[in-house]
């Protein structure tokens, strides 16, 4: 049974001073409702208004006390809840996660040409500059920010950009160059529903083929897509530390939804990923040596005697400019082999449920809290979310062969990681459930949709 009651909440208002207060009226009305601790709304209150001056935060703080009034002699009191005990937590977005799993990771550079939902990495680590020497620049557009980044690592720095699809496409040709150079690089691209300006404000995971192709030419990359905070921050802080042992480019792929999403958490910050992998070079230093640990020593200008010579063009040892066929095999080979060596340091998926589960779900990035709460209900139904979508982890083909149906839940509308396990494997993955509205997965259609192919 419904009861509608008139509340005079703009009187309140004017009561206290300024009819612009009736939002703290009202805060106030269901403070009283609801029993909330008094004097901790009232901090907020003063917390919330203390830039405007005195006179404005006891406006609010009267229009609080009349609304809290009001709502605390309300006869309905089955809306009131005994209060519990509270603990403080740590809140984090996505946003955070990166900017702190960067700082982890050595990063003392970053360009960028601004472009949503990617901006706010480049923002946030601008407030921290100062504090943890980072030199954020803001370029005059992407081609620009890609290769700055470039020649901050050519010169020694831990560098990154972030950006969106749109802003990704326009870097496409400078990733190449990185790949040819074998300079590392950290490339961010959060991701939002395309094609062009598409849906800015809005979530999507429509960027995986645009990362792992992205270029012309073949080198190595790998890509990593966080679903967590812990994960944020883990990858971060690991993608600096994979792209200057490897000298490749590593990209960090979030959306909209991953980054903008704020959770308590009480993550560990990791320690391991700051060491470097720079030598110092000789009189007779060679920038692309045939090594045989299978990647060549990378020095920096100024660190030993030395010239450090790098070029876009197809390059003997030495760095220099050459069109011998034999040597263009046998520097793309040694580029390729790289392949092989990143087997040694691949991030595992995150594995959830039932271990022999009949029914697999696979997902990436942000649908891992989705996928988790269903498999919590659903105890003959397994979880492989992945964190590292590319390379693949040799690991996972054995998982998908076990299961009796796997299925493939992604928020795009082709199915973009079930095609790449496609090619990867030569298996078919049929079982997809896609959503490119612009929206994350709710619970209920999970549920729905995961009925619906396994009837």
Not at 51 to 77: C, H, M, Q, R
Not at 115 to 122: F, I, L, Q, W
Request: glycine share 8%.
């Amino acid at each position: 049974h419904l009861t509608f009651r008139e509340i005079p909440f703009s009187e309140m208002a004017k009561q206290s001073g300024n009819r612009l207060y009736i939002n703290t009226v009202m805060f106030g009305f269901i403070a009283g409702m609801l029993d909330i601790d008094v004097e901790n709304a009232k901090d907020q209150i003063k917390m919330r208004f203390k830039k405007l001056g005195e006179e404005i935060v006891l406006g609010n703080l009267k229009a609080f006390n009349l609304g809290y009034t009001a709502g605390d002699s309300e006869p309905k009191k089955t809306l009131r809840e005994k209060p519990v005990d509270f603990t403080p937590h740590k809140v984090f977005n996505g946003n955070n996660a990166l900017v702190i799993g960067a700082l982890a990771g050595g990063v003392n550079y970053l360009a960028a040409y601004p472009m949503s939902p990617g901006t706010s990495v480049m923002s946030m680590l601008s407030e921290k500059s100062h504090t943890y020497g980072v030199l954020v620049e803001q370029a005059e557009d992407e081609i620009a920010a890609m290769n700055m980044i470039q020649g901050a690592w050519y010169a020694g720095a831990r560098a990154m950009t972030t950006t969106s699809g749109g802003g990704f496409a326009l870097m496409s040709e400078a990733v190449s160059l990185a790949g040819m150079t074998e300079t590392p690089a950290v490339i961010h691209v959060a991701q939002r529903p395309g094609p062009a300006t598409g849906l800015p404000t809005r979530t999507e995971q429509g960027d995986l083929n645009l990362v792992v192709f992205a270029g012309h030419g073949e080198f190595p990359r790998v890509v990593y897509a966080p679903g967590t905070i812990e994960d944020g921050i883990e990858l971060a802080a690991r993608a600096f530390w994979m792209a200057d042992k490897y000298q490749i480019p590593v990209f960090l792929l979030s959306d909209q939804y991953w980054l903008e999403s704020m959770v308590a958490a009480d993550p560990s910050i990791p320690r391991q990923y700051l060491e470097r992998f720079i030598v110092a070079s000789g009189s007779e230093y060679q920038r692309y040596a045939f090594d045989a640990s299978g990647i060549s020593p990378r020095s920096v200008p100024g660190f030993g005697k030395g010239f450090v010579k790098v070029d876009s063009d197809e390059h003997d040892e030495s760095g220099a400019i050459t069109e011998s066929f034999e040597m263009r095999v046998k520097m793309q080979n040694k580029r390729l082999h790289k392949f092989e060596l990143l087997l040694a340091d691949e991030v595992e998926p995150i594995l959830y449920g039932k271990k022999d589960a009949k029914h697999l779900l696979v997902g990436w990035g942000s649908t891992y809290g989705v996928l988790r709460e269903y498999v919590d209900s659903h105890p003959d139904t397994g979880l492989v979310h992945l964190r590292q979508v590319y390379p693949l982890p040799a690991s996972l083909e054995n998982r998908l062969r076990n299961a009796e149906a796997v299925i493939v839940i992604e928020n795009n509308a082709t199915g973009q990681l079930a095609n790449l396990m496609q090619m990867t494997y030569g298996s078919k993955f049929d079982h997809r459930i896609l959503k490119y509205s612009g929206e994350p997965f709710f619970i209920e259609e999970i549920e729905r949709r995961i009925k619906e192919v396994l009837v």
